[in-house]
């Protein structure tokens, strides 16, 4: 078991180029970046076949689950076979950890790992009662910088000019924790904001200029407005790169012009998951965000990790092209390297050239919000991200906005609660909710009830937005 550990570390090793610091201008490792799509697959093949043993051999989880069909690491020979493992899902992961209490059986770290080469517990943000947390190693946080450092130097975030304030609070999220460390690794200095509350952060932001602002598009929504409000203006503050994730931001095209505009920025976002890909696995580049009249696209990191798109009810991979559910294979943890892992967010999987010259693949449009968060109205396929998109081009429409859902004599109900800004005239809010109400009905193909709400009476979202209540199996 030893040996195949070894194995590993030596192939993740190996294809770490650029460990230091970046080759220069403008990739950070550029036999990675602008690698052909065949290297790319021999990459993916070469660690693939050593990630299968390592998991068969050391995360008990994945020892059940293949042994239970049968199937042999060694089966396991390129990606084309990679179809042959099948899918593992959240909720698999929920019922390990309630069999085999406080840390379940899905990664690599036992006790003797966690004590001799442990580093940080992280926690996904489930809902779910027991949470499923993961051990990662001193390994993974290196591996981490890394990664991170790659995505921000295609953003343009630069040592000697940038510097970066990152708006959590230090807890036990993966995000953030990574960007630390990578903004550690490429000289870039932070302006430490966890524990400082919101006020606080909009006076740093005024005062000590970082060029950078990394936190969750609804709170740099959020903190813009509260800078208002405080008579600071954003759009005129030091920031020059927001960097988001945790939520769909860049792909909703209202939402990202709202965000630029308030900001006077550029919008970026990095994409991933506790469970197996806590690093930028995906992440959008300088040369795409510049286009702002052009939908978004998000580049994939293919040597690190193993990206598909699943169709959401049989979990069969769909073809490039196609929209269907994310599904990731790590290629790039000492901890986590989970296999399929079934991340459930839409998106569509594109091969066409970026103008910045990174090859690989790329999510067009960016991720659209987890399958979770989809509703059924009416035989309707709805996001929360989609009406978010509606509302938002409603200039006079505040940034808080509700979704509720209910029954009414066996019918779906689908009303949007919105707040007209303050200095829109109470004589234009019924020609404002009729706007509101066009802006839905041409993106959702769905006719929402809109309800206008006196301004400042939803609750401000700080961190991950709620919009979402769906009442309908309630009494
Ligand atoms: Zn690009």
């Given at each position: 078991m030893g040996d195949v550990r070894a194995e590993w570390i030596d192939v993740l090793e190996?294809?770490?180029?650029?460990?230091?610091?970046?080759?220069?201008?403008?990739?950070?490792?550029?036999?990675?970046?602008?690698?052909?799509?065949?290297?790319?697959?021999?990459?993916?093949?070469?660690?693939?076949?050593?990630?299968?043993?390592?998991?068969?051999?050391?995360i008990p989880f994945y020892r059940r689950k293949l042994d239970r069909i049968g199937l042999a690491p060694d089966d396991i020979r390129s990606v084309d076979d990679?179809?042959?493992?099948?899918?593992?899902?959240?909720?698999?992961?929920?019922?390990?950890?309630?069999?085999?209490?406080?840390?379940?059986?899905?990664?690599?770290?036992?006790?003797?790992?966690?004590?001799?080469?442990?580093?940080?517990?992280?926690?996904?943000?489930?809902?779910?009662?027991?949470?499923?947390?993961?051990?990662?190693?001193?390994?993974?946080?290196?591996?981490?910088?890394?990664?991170?450092?790659?995505?921000?130097?295609?953003?343009?975030?630069?040592?000697?000019?940038?510097?970066?304030?990152?708006?959590?609070?230090?807890?036990?999220?993966?995000?953030l924790w990574g960007t630390h460390y990578?903004?550690?690794?490429?000289?870039?200095?932070?302006?430490?904001?966890?524990?400082v509350d919101s006020r606080g952060r909009a006076r740093f932001v005024d005062q000590y200029k970082p060029t950078v602002l990394a936190c969750t598009p609804s709170y740099a929504m959020?903190?813009?407005?509260?800078?208002?409000?405080?008579?600071?203006?954003?759009?005129?503050?030091?920031?020059?790169?927001?960097?988001?994730?945790?939520?769909?931001?860049?792909?909703?095209?209202?939402?990202?012009?709202?965000l630029e505009e308030l900001w006077r920025a550029d919008l970026h976002e990095c994409y991933g998951c506790t469970e197996a890909a806590p690093t930028a696995a995906a992440y959008t580049c300088s040369a795409v965000?510049?286009?702002?009249?052009?939908?978004?696209?998000?580049?994939?990191?293919?040597d690190t990790h193993i990206w598909e798109t699943v169709d959401p009810e049989t979990l069969e991979p769909v073809p490039t092209g196609q929209r269907g559910l994310s599904v990731v294979t790590s290629l790039f943890s000492e901890a986590s390297p989970q296999l399929r892992f079934l991340v459930g967010d839409f998106t569509t999987l594109a091969d066409e050239p970026c103008p910045c010259g990174r090859t690989g693949r790329r999510a067009r449009g960016g991720f659209l919000g987890r399958a979770d968060d989809m509703l059924n109205v009416r035989g309707v396929t709805l996001f929360?991200?989609?009406?978010?998109?509606?509302?938002?081009?409603?200039?006079?429409?505040?940034?808080?906005?509700?979704?509720?859902v209910?029954?009414?004599?066996?019918?779906?109900?689908?009303?949007?609660?919105?707040?007209?800004?303050?200095?829109?005239?109470?004589?234009?809010?019924?020609?404002?909710?009729?706007?509101?109400?066009?802006?839905?009905i041409s993106r959702c193909e769905l006719r929402p009830v809109v309800e206008l709400l006196p301004y400042g009476t939803l609750p401000k979202t700080e961190f991950k937005a709620r919009r979402l209540k769906d009442l309908r199996n309630t009494p």
């Open positions: 190996r294809h770490r180029p650029n460990r230091e610091r970046a080759e220069g201008e403008p990739y950070w490792a550029p036999s990675l970046e602008t690698a052909t799509p065949e290297r790319l697959r021999e990459i993916q093949d070469e660690k693939l076949r050593v990630a299968v043993r390592y998991a068969y051999g050391s990679l179809g042959r493992i099948p899918i593992t899902t959240k909720q698999e992961m929920v019922e390990d950890v309630a069999a085999n209490p406080p840390w379940g059986t899905y990664t690599a770290v036992d006790d003797e790992v966690w004590k001799g080469r442990g580093w940080q517990l992280f926690a996904s943000s489930g809902t779910t009662a027991q949470a499923r947390v993961f051990r990662y190693t001193r390994l993974d946080r290196s591996l981490w910088a890394w990664a991170d450092a790659r995505a921000l130097w295609a953003m343009s975030v630069r040592p000697g000019q940038d510097s970066a304030l990152l708006a959590f609070g230090y807890g036990p999220h993966v995000w990578a903004l550690n690794l490429m000289g870039i200095p932070i302006v430490t904001a966890g524990g959020y903190l813009g407005n509260l800078m208002l409000d405080m008579g600071l203006d954003p759009a005129t503050s030091s920031v020059r790169i927001l960097y988001c994730a945790g939520e769909p931001g860049v792909g909703v095209p209202s939402t990202r012009r709202r965000v510049a286009r702002k009249d052009e939908p978004v696209s998000t580049h994939l990191m293919e929360p991200s989609g009406v978010e998109d509606a509302v938002r081009r409603v200039a006079e429409i505040g940034e808080e906005f509700q979704i509720v209910t029954r009414e004599r066996e019918l779906d109900v689908l009303t949007v609660q919105v707040e007209p800004r303050p200095e829109v005239a109470a004589e234009r809010h019924a020609d404002v909710a009729l706007r509101v109400e066009t802006e839905i």
